[in-house]
């Protein structure tokens, strides 16, 4: 069989044994008579894996001064259809690394500005692999509505950015 069949049955069968695994099953006959609890404000859970999960520890986020020319992580969100396109620098502590997915080097740098849902901002890169705690400047490109599929959707993300360490440490 010819090596683009094989990748287009493996691709296939991926996506079968993950839409299965979203299947939700019918309640039990005895709890579906009773009421069913609310879950439109549920938030949906991610897989602890997943790039914009929850940082895996805490980092202290005190002191962190604004990059020279740049912007903190609230102002990135605050000004995204401003930014989008453009080269953004952020200075922030990496709380959280997931090295060589896609080909990339994917970190998630807090500086203590925003809430929840515009405080952590994803950065992408193919340089050097900073760790939990350390202070980075990154510069590179904003990207607005990024779709990679299969649930990594991002609102606002920096891709192949440069990521400079300026210090170590918690």
């Not at 579906?32 to 894996?49: D, F, I, L, Y």
């Not at 202290?60 to 453009?86: H, N, R």
């Not at 998630?108 to 900073?130: C, F, K, W, Y």
């Not at 350390?134 to 192949?160: C, H, Q, R, S, W």
Request: net charge negative; proline share 6%.
């Amino acid at each position: 069989m010819p090596k683009a069949t094989h990748a287009s049955l493996l691709a296939l069968t991926v996506v079968a044994i993950l839409a299965g695994c979203s299947k939700k099953e019918a309640p039990p006959a005895e709890t579906a008579a009773a009421p069913a609890a609310p879950v439109a404000s549920e938030a949906p859970k991610m897989p602890a894996n997943h790039p914009a999960a929850e940082p895996a520890e805490e980092v202290d986020l005190a002191g962190i001064a604004k990059a020279e020319g740049g912007k903190t992580v609230a102002e990135v969100f605050a000004e995204k259809d401003a930014l989008a396109g453009k080269a953004v620098t952020v200075r922030g502590k990496v709380v959280k690394v997931n090295a060589g997915i896609m080909g990339k080097n994917w970190l998630h740098v807090r500086d203590g500005s925003g809430a929840e849902g515009t405080n952590d901002l994803t950065v992408t890169t193919i340089g050097a692999l900073p760790v939990v705690g350390n202070t980075v400047v990154v510069t590179g490109p904003l990207t607005l509505n990024k779709d990679f599929g299969m649930g990594y959707a991002y609102d606002v993300i920096v891709e192949d950015a440069e990521v400079k360490v300026e210090a170590a440490g918690s």
